[in-house]
């Protein structure tokens, strides 16, 4: 049957099973809304801005594990569309793109609305594709799902000219493609998983290393099941909270610049460490010299091959799919009569026992000013741990992370590489919609919300009754942490003044609004707008202004040279 | 990566995609990481769905690995070989317009000889050689001629290829 492209494109969407595509229209992509239009498989999500549209589509797919999608116009679409294009491709996020372009004969002649998108996105996305003729239209959507979501995930963009998305061609989607010069790695080498086996076994100062390719590589199952079995220590980073359960006893906390204190030592001090989908980033082992000065194996698996002995050499690399590496790792393990050094290991624990002794992440109980801490803390028990959060940047995303006691993956959703203020709040949407029976809260902070706040609209439109968390401190927290600590507490533009009435504001955009001043009010304020099953909430928690994050591992200092508190400053 | 090692001249031989967005993609990624390019050559194979592609860069043992395995990444990237690993051979086209005038001409006719270059074209004022070798056999020949005489050089960079049974295909 002959389809234009623009109706051709909405096919390949419904073919991939598709269910939201959040966007925006403009004038290049007119045929493809109009061919939306005419159909009621895919549903589209208006946003208010196309930054929103990508990261409502990022954390939908964060949360399913299915690609997000989205789609925007061309020039300022597709500028706008950058920052959440960057925020997906930092953290591997399958996604597919789809973007407007001036038609053919005008690409290059400065056109209205002309931008060079695979150009300027080239940079942040896994790869993207500029669709020159109509005929490749369905095998080149087709090889985006395929590249976004297998091997290390991506975001992959298809840029498609006016004119593409008007002619007609016959459609035909591929069952599957082939690329040539594309097979990502599916099963490590048997002698590597070998050789790491034994090595674990040796170890007498083990250390597990979890980041988010476990739960981008749905492989959290194994990474607990592995751990249990072995009685090791167990971190996640940012991005790996939930791929192993941090009620678990052998779960030592977050490591990394705000990490705990017994995982930044044991992490610092192990002898054998097994890295699991983690890639040792600066945030997390710190200054790289002081992380060598101490001896330590290391095992490292990931889908990645670039990933491995790019920051810190590894003694095992193990390329391949975790799932497939993990599982036959237990097998090499079940099989084995060799079991860990017992006494060793319980030297190991004792030691880790007297640096969780320190008990890093008190605060003051009793303080008559609401301390974040304590609003993370609360929220975790009013939902039960049960609640999707979503985070924005800053020093509440930090006590997000440190405070709620994550048990399982994709429920968890922020932006670890990138850092981008703004993603909370469309984040929740597109949790929202993934799972609409779920609760869905957004941490934020007075800053961060106002990036993407328009999205109260989109929230309103499309009953997505998410609970907004603000810890509001009036103060880029964060940076005003750092100006204090590092710059001699010169608070050069981190005041933010003018703040509007966040309770008003909810309430002009058809949403519930409260203020909570009071430490004794926080848990009863919670519990009411929890209890708001089909309303947006939105919660201004007037906090601690002088509040920081603690411990803290200066950028560029070693990963044990932790400020542990105001008495450290 | 903590590199301690000097840096060693590698010359990586690619097959990629013959696509219009192929070369920026490769370019693209040496800017963004911060790759040394020394040089660059490109163009289609005799199949004309790839092209072949000689990259000229240095860096220490980590860097280059690190390098090879971005390359890798790259999706319209087919296949990275590293051609410091075998035996290999590296040729590089220079053309050089030199002033010829009077008792200078014969001079640097025997120059030219020398090198195994060719006049290609000849004025009353000017020759135009055309060397090819590896890049240091291009270097000593411009080190040998008198500077003042030396108007234009053209280089295209280095182009390798593997020693005997050693074949780079798709
Ligand atoms: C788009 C963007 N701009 C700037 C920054 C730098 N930055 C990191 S945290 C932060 C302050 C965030 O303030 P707020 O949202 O109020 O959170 P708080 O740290 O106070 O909890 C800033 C400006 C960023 N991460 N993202």
Request: hydrophobic content about 40%; some cysteine.
């Amino acid at each position: 049957m002959q389809l234009s492209g623009a109706e051709i494109t909405i096919r390949c969407l419904e073919a991939e099973g598709v269910e939201y595509v959040f966007g925006y229209p403009g004038g290049a992509v007119l045929h493809i809304y109009d061919a939306l239009f005419t159909q009621d498989k895919v549903r589209h999500i208006l946003v208010r801005h196309e930054q929103a549209a990508l990261h409502a589509a990022d954390a939908y797919a964060r949360a399913t594990g299915r690609p997000g999608v989205a789609l925007v116009t061309s020039g300022p679409g597709v500028t706008n569309a950058v920052t959440g294009i960057a925020t997906a491709y930092m953290d591997s996020i399958p996604m597919v793109i789809i973007s407007g372009q001036v038609p053919t004969p005008a690409i290059g002649l400065d056109a209205f609305q002309e931008v060079d998108t695979v150009g300027i996105t080239r940079p942040c996305v896994k790869h993207n594709f500029l669709v020159k003729q109509v005929e490749d239209l369905a095998t080149t959507m087709k090889k985006a799902f395929h590249v976004a979501s297998t091997g290390r995930p991506g975001p992959v963009l298809v840029d498609i000219p006016k004119d593409v998305s008007q002619h007609m061609a016959e459609f035909l989607y591929p069952d599957s493609v082939s690329m040539r010069s594309y097979s990502p790695a599916l099963r490590g080498d048997p002698a590597a998983i070998q050789a790491a086996v034994d090595m674990l076994l040796e170890a007498r100062r083990p250390m597990v290393y979890v980041g988010g390719g476990a739960i981008l590589g749905n492989a959290s199952g194994q990474v607990t099941q592995l751990v249990k079995d072995l009685g090791f220590p167990c971190t996640n980073t940012l991005m790996g909270l939930g791929a192993y359960p941090a009620t678990d006893p052998q779960f030592v906390g977050m490591l990394g610049m705000h990490g705990t204190y017994e995982a930044n030592l044991a992490m610092q001090h192990c002898d054998v460490l097994l890295a699991i989908g983690a890639r040792f980033d600066d945030r997390v082992i710190g200054n790289p010299r002081h992380f060598y000065s101490e001896g330590r194996r290391i095992i490292h698996v990931d889908i990645d091959p670039s990933s491995i002995s790019k920051r810190v050499r590894v003694d095992v690399p193990i390329v391949g799919d975790l799932s497939h590496v993990l599982r036959e790792m237990q097998t090499l393990l079940d099989a084995s009569k060799k079991r860990p050094d017992d006494a060793a290991l319980k030297e190991w624990w004792k030691q880790i026992g007297e640096w969780r002794g320190r008990n890093c992440l008190a605060y003051d109980r009793s303080s008559a000013i609401i301390k974040p801490q304590f609003v993370v803390e609360k929220l975790y028990e009013v939902t039960r741990g049960d609640a999707i959060v979503t985070s924005d940047v800053g020093q509440h995303q930090m006590w997000a992370a440190q405070y709620i006691n994550l048990t399982s993956p994709r429920r968890w959703l922020n932006s670890g590489g990138l850092g981008t203020m703004g993603f909370g709040l469309p984040a929740a949407m597109g949790a929202q919609l993934a799972f609409p029976d779920e609760t869905v809260a957004c941490v934020t902070g007075e800053a961060s919300i106002q990036m993407c706040i328009q999205e109260l609209s989109t929230c309103k439109q499309y009953h997505l009754p998410v609970k907004v968390i603000n810890l509001n401190n009036r103060y880029l927290g964060m940076v005003r942490q750092w100006q204090q600590i590092l710059h001699g507490n010169r608070y050069s533009e981190s005041y933010m003044d003018a703040l509007p009435d966040f309770v008003k504001l909810a309430e002009s955009y058809g949403h519930v609004g409260v203020r909570v001043e009071n430490p004794a009010d926080v848990e009863p304020a919670m519990r009411e707008a929890f209890a708001l099953k089909d309303r947006v909430v939105f919660m201004d928690f007037m906090t601690d202004q002088t509040e920081n994050v603690f411990p803290m591992v200066k950028a560029g200092q070693g990963l044990t040279e932790m400020l542990m508190g105001a008495e450290d400053l | 990566m903590e590199d301690h090692q000097q840096p060693m001249r590698h010359i990586l031989s690619l097959l990629l995609e013959n696509e219009s967005g192929a070369l920026s993609r490769v370019a693209g990624l040496f800017s963004a990481r911060g790759y040394n390019i020394e040089s660059l050559t490109v163009a289609p194979t005799e199949d004309p769905t790839l092209s072949r592609m000689t990259i000229v860069t240095s860096g220490s043992e980590e860097v280059i690995e690190q390098i090879t395995k971005q390359l890798n990444k790259l999706i319209d990237v087919v296949k990275v070989f590293d051609l410091n690993e075998g035996r290999h051979i590296e040729r590089e086209l220079m053309l050089v317009k030199v002033r010829a005038e009077g008792v200078v001409r014969e001079e640097i006719k025997r120059t030219v000889d020398i090198f195994r270059g060719r006049i290609i074209d000849v004025t009353e004022k000017t020759y135009t050689v055309e060397l090819t070798g590896p890049r240091d056999k291009l270097d000593a020949f411009l080190e040998a001629m008198d500077k003042r005489f030396i108007l234009e050089t053209v280089r295209t960079g280095s182009s390798g290829i593997g020693r005997g049974e050693w074949i780079l295909r798709a």
